[in-house]
């Protein structure tokens, strides 16, 4: 199990000029170890098209 926190930049902002985003590169290795994302309020999850 691992926890990414992405806490206080607006969702507007890239996710590149996020400090936690380097995180998000997990997201494309195959061997992750992880298989789900669990999204807390997914209303607030996403900005445009993000």
Do not use: C, T
């Amino acid at each position: 199990m691992h926890e990414f926190f992405d806490i206080g930049p607006s969702r507007s902002i890239p996710w590149k000029r996020r400090p936690e985003a380097a995180l998000l590169a997990a997201l494309k290795d195959p061997h992750r170890g992880f298989d789900a994302i669990v999204i807390g309020e997914p209303q607030r999850a996403f900005y445009g098209n993000q």
